[in-house]
């Protein structure tokens, strides 16, 4: 499943930049929140959320590019798409590390 993307050294180093701008917003989120009252609940859907809707998504999407013949199209809506993930993440950190 996750040949494809080990196999395009683009979409490959797309996924990395987007799990690690990921991973920074959930520790910064987590460090806050772990500072005031934590609540399990909160911390668990900081965790979740964003591989089922930012992680998983790429995910498919890659799958999907064994359907394009041409693998352009898909090219450039997972690189839309993981530059939009990278975006929202670092906006996500800037207001958490601003709180």
Not at 43 to 60: G, K, N, Q, S
Not at 67 to 72: E, M
Not at 75 to 92: C, D, K, N, P, T
């Amino acid at each position: 499943m996750l040949g494809i993307i080990a196999s395009h050294e683009g979409m490959l180093v797309a996924m990395w930049v987007v799990m690690v701008a990921i991973g920074l917003e959930i520790v910064v989120y987590l460090a806050t929140r772990l500072r005031r009252k934590a609540d399990i609940g909160e911390m668990a859907e900081a965790v979740t959320r964003p591989v089922l809707f930012d992680i998983f998504p790429l995910i498919i999407l890659s799958m999907l590019r064994a359907i394009d013949g041409t693998h352009i199209l898909l090219l450039i809506w997972y690189y839309v798409a993981a530059v939009l993930i990278i975006i929202r993440a670092l906006l996500r950190l800037s207001a958490n590390l601003r709180r």
